[in-house]
């Protein structure tokens, strides 16, 4: 069984994270935009559980220094976050697909509804063992996320990178209901044709 270790930041700016990036000799994969798909059950199931499934199309708008990204669809299924976890351990099963548009169907089929579409700009670099990734997300602003082999090592990373920040424990999908919902806004379509991002992520 797999298990995703990470740690979610939000920052003001990514302009002194990316020297500091440059600064560790962090390796540059590349910019990509993802176009997430969450499904759950009609009853509301996965949420009220703490479970995720997610369908995510992706864009690549840059290569980086580790040759060509892989551009092909993604469906994720993420458990319930381990309660006894200081940062966040959860359960992951990832497969990639070939044809996104017939796994839509498909899961539309076994009855699952996407209930939330939302866009996000990711830049990632391999720093040692640790993935960094600097995210724009629109209406919510720009975001780090350190992924590592444990919670030392997340934090091991984040002080390199010289960041001053809380961990935040909620998905983009929780922050994204919450913000509309504060602001009386329709959460079902998160893009940056709707929201303009506040600053890109792209770029090394």
Do not use: W
């Not at 298990?3 to 990509?32: C, H, M, N, W």
């Not at 919670?151 to 998905?171: C, G, M, P, Q």
Request: charged share 35%; aromatic share 6%; hydrophobic share 35%.
């Amino acid at each position: 069984m797999a298990l995703e270790v990470e740690t979610k930041l939000r920052v003001e700016s990514f302009t002194p994270i990316r020297q500091a990036l440059r600064d560790t000799q962090a390796v540059y994969i590349g910019t990509v935009v993802h176009r997430d798909r969450y499904y759950d059950r009609p009853d509301g199931q996965f949420r009220r559980e703490g479970c995720g499934l997610r369908l995510r199309l992706r864009q690549v708008l840059k290569h980086g220094q580790d040759g060509k990204l892989d551009d092909r669809a993604e469906v994720t299924y993420k458990g319930p976050v381990d309660a006894t976890s200081r940062l966040k351990s959860r359960r992951e099963i990832q497969t990639r697909l070939d044809d996104a548009a017939s796994a839509a169907d498909l899961l539309d089929a076994c009855g699952l509804v996407c209930v939330r579409v939302i866009e996000k700009r990711r830049c990632s670099y391999r720093l040692g063992r640790a993935l960094v990734e600097l995210d724009e997300v629109p209406l919510l602003g720009s975001f780090v996320e350190i992924e590592g082999v444990s919670e030392n090592h997340i934090e091991t990373v984040r002080k390199r990178l010289h960041i001053d920040a809380e961990h935040i424990d909620d998905s983009y999908l929780h922050l994204v209901a919450e913000c509309c919902q504060a602001d009386d806004l329709d959460p079902s379509t998160i893009t940056f044709k709707n929201y303009p991002p506040r600053e890109s992520a792209h770029g090394d």
